[in-house]
């Protein structure tokens, strides 16, 4: 799977073929067909597993806890992803921008309660006072963009910001602070 992942992070599904994969993966292209189907289903087996890894960090999110804690642990967590998921990252938003012809019914019956769940809850926040108000959805889908930019142009990020290391520290610390200001409530002074 690690080699398939690799030829489809870095061709797209239409641009990777079973002889690719199976290259990277050191068999033959038949051993590769007895295990899967065909190309299609090696790439929704790979999007399937991906989906439950990317969910995981959202549905981590405790209406119990801290709302400000909660959300920037959220920011944490899908930078970390990003810095450790490169290759995963990269997979998906090819699948996204293909229209999700392959994740359409991952994206309806996993993603979109849990987005409309976590949605309801930071709206709940925002309604007492706990976080700045502003729309949840948007929220949500500005920490996606944000947070994935790092591994989606991670080669532009490269050469405009040289030195990995310094780099992500540069990256999170400025994340974290932006969703910070956004998202703390004004305090009234009496």
Not at 38 to 61: D, N, Q, R, T, Y
Not at 81 to 90: G, I, N
Not at 91 to 119: T, V
């Amino acid at each position: 799977m690690e080699a398939a992942l690799e030829v489809f992070s870095r061709h797209g599904y239409r641009g990777a073929t079973l002889d690719q994969i199976a290259e990277a993966a050191g068999m033959s292209k038949p051993n590769l067909i007895y295990y899967f189907d065909g190309k299609e289903a090696i790439h929704v087996a790979l999007l399937s597993k991906l989906m439950e890894e990317w969910l995981a960090p959202l549905a981590e999110m405790d209406p119990a806890g801290i709302p400000l804690e909660e959300v920037i642990g959220y920011v944490r967590r899908k930078m970390e992803m990003s810095r450790a998921y490169p290759s995963e990252s990269r997979l998906f938003a090819n699948e996204i921008i293909q229209g999700a012809p392959r994740m359409r019914p991952h994206l309806e019956s996993d993603l979109k309660p849990l987005f409309d769940e976590k949605c309801a809850l930071i709206a709940e926040w925002m309604a007492e006072g706990r976080l700045a108000k502003s729309d949840p959805a948007q929220l949500i889908l500005s920490i996606w963009a944000i947070t994935q930019h790092y591994a989606d142009f991670d080669a532009q990020i490269r050469v405009l910001v040289p030195g990995e290391a310094s780099g992500w520290d540069a990256a999170n610390a400025h994340v974290e602070t932006l969703f910070r200001k956004l998202l703390t409530p004004e305090t009234t002074s009496a």
